[in-house]
């Protein structure tokens, strides 16, 4: 059972690359899937030629939560 680790599922897509016999690859990653672009082209630069981040995804830290309305812009 997956727990929405950005690693597990950085480590899918690269088993996905590997099934497809992909060597070097582009990696396009919205909203969550950026961060999953993100720890692909950290763990696996030989790998990863370039990544396309869109609309990464908000998450709270230690910092105070916004309020809806912020959150909603963002």
Do not use: N
């Not at 909203?31 to 869109?54: K, N």
């Amino acid at each position: 059972m997956r727990s929405g680790e950005m690693v597990a599922m950085a480590q899918d897509a690269l088993d996905v690359a590997d099934a497809l016999k992909l060597d070097r690859f582009a990696v396009v990653g919205h909203d969550w899937g950026a961060r999953i672009a993100y720890a692909m082209a950290i763990l696996w630069p030989e790998r990863v030629s370039r990544i396309c981040a869109m609309s990464v995804g908000w998450q709270p830290g230690e910092l105070p939560t916004p309020g809806f309305e912020q959150v909603r812009k963002y």
